[in-house]
C-alpha cells in the first residue's frame, strides 16, 4: 500500500500507530489511578481511626 499511495500513507499510518499507543498508554494509567483510589477507600473505612469518629458523630 505504501508503493501506491506513498509518504502521506506512510504518515498518516504513523500517527495511527501513535494514537493506538496514546490510548492504551492514557487506558492504564486512568485504570492505575482508579485502582489506588479504591485501595486508599477501603483502608479509610477499615481503619480504627474512622471507627471512632464515626461513633463521635452519633
Known amino acids: 500500500m505504501a508503493a501506491v499511495w ?8 504513523t500517527l495511527m500507530g501513535a494514537l493506538v499507543a ?3 498508554a492514557t487506558g492504564v494509567i ?7 483510589a479504591r485501595r486508599w477507600r477501603k483502608l479509610a473505612v477499615r ?10 458523630r452519633n
Open 47 to 56: 481503619s480504627p481511626a474512622s471507627e471512632s469518629c464515626k461513633t463521635c
Open 22 to 24: 496514546m490510548l492504551s
Open 6 to 13: 506513498g509518504l502521506p500513507f506512510k504518515v498518516s499510518m
Open 30 to 36: 486512568i485504570w492505575w489511578k482508579k485502582r489506588k
